[in-house]
């Protein structure tokens, strides 16, 4: 862990990942990279260079990825790992997190959300505000958890898929990678195959 952390991402995602930050008094400074080059600060701090410049800070540093689009997300974080970056968990200090929970790098906890006990939650996810997420689930990496989002027991989210504000996730189901679930949506058995999925119980209505 470095004393200075840089944020990719200076709008909404970017700055509640900054606001979180501010609140765990853990770096002292705080910075951003943003390719709006209209945009010289964001929630009172500078924004420094492009997301392209993130390589030139790697030795002064921590980086974080503050971006909502999984597929970028993943692909900046990727890049900034193989040129060894140190990539920073951030957890709102209103968050609730269980005993024997695992979280990997470059993963967000906002306020209000619940990770109760034996749940893995991989690299890079967004586990967004007043989610609740029960025992022994598994999130895999690049996964959004939106917004009041509530995961039953032993559910299996699969790699970036994204869980629309408010829906819900019955017990023991696993969602497939790249899926698409809508807001308020409940899902009620397995989802095998990718797609966009909405509806009570859902249906899929795009590939």
């Given at each position: 862990?470095?004393?200075?952390l840089?944020?990719?991402?200076?709008?909404?995602h970017?700055?509640?990942?900054a606001?979180?930050a501010f609140?765990?008094?853990?770096?002292n400074?705080?910075a951003?990279?943003?390719?709006?080059q209209?945009?010289?600060?964001?929630?009172g701090?500078?924004?420094?260079?492009k997301?392209?410049?993130?390589?030139?800070?790697?030795?002064?540093?921590?980086?974080?990825v503050?971006?909502?689009?999984?597929?970028?997300?993943?692909?900046l974080?990727e890049?900034?790992?193989?040129?060894?970056?140190?990539?920073?968990?951030?957890?709102?200090?209103?968050?609730?997190?269980g005993?024997?929970v695992?979280?990997e790098?470059g993963?967000?906890?906002?306020?209000?959300a619940?990770?109760n006990?034996?749940?893995?939650?991989?690299?890079g996810?967004?586990?967004?505000?007043g989610?609740?997420?029960?025992h022994?689930?598994?999130i895999?990496d690049?996964?959004?958890?939106?917004?009041?989002?509530?995961?039953a027991?032993?559910?299996?989210?699969?790699?970036?898929?994204?869980?629309?504000?408010?829906?819900?996730?019955?017990?023991?189901?696993?969602?497939?990678?790249g899926?698409?679930?809508g807001?308020?949506a409940?899902v009620?058995?397995d989802?095998?195959e990718?797609?966009?999925?909405?509806?009570?119980?859902?249906r899929?209505?795009?590939?």
């Amino acid at each position: 862990m470095k004393n200075n952390l840089l944020i990719i991402g200076a709008s909404g995602h970017g700055k509640v990942v900054a606001d979180i930050a501010f609140k765990m008094n853990k770096w002292n400074s705080i910075a951003f990279l943003d390719d709006d080059q209209t945009l010289y600060s964001s929630m009172g701090k500078s924004i420094i260079g492009k997301s392209s410049d993130a390589k030139t800070y790697i030795n002064y540093y921590d980086i974080f990825v503050g971006i909502g689009n999984n597929t970028i997300r993943e692909k900046l974080q990727e890049e900034l790992e193989a040129l060894g970056a140190s990539i920073p968990i951030l957890i709102h200090p209103n968050a609730v997190i269980g005993d024997q929970v695992e979280l990997e790098s470059g993963t967000v906890v906002m306020a209000g959300a619940i990770i109760n006990c034996c749940t893995k939650i991989g690299k890079g996810c967004i586990i967004n505000t007043g989610t609740t997420i029960d025992h022994d689930n598994s999130i895999g990496d690049y996964a959004h958890i939106s917004p009041g989002a509530h995961l039953a027991g032993t559910v299996k989210v699969g790699q970036r898929s994204w869980l629309g504000i408010g829906s819900i996730v019955s017990n023991n189901v696993k969602i497939t990678s790249g899926c698409k679930v809508g807001a308020g949506a409940v899902v009620v058995k397995d989802i095998t195959e990718a797609g966009t999925y909405v509806g009570v119980p859902v249906r899929r209505v795009k590939k």
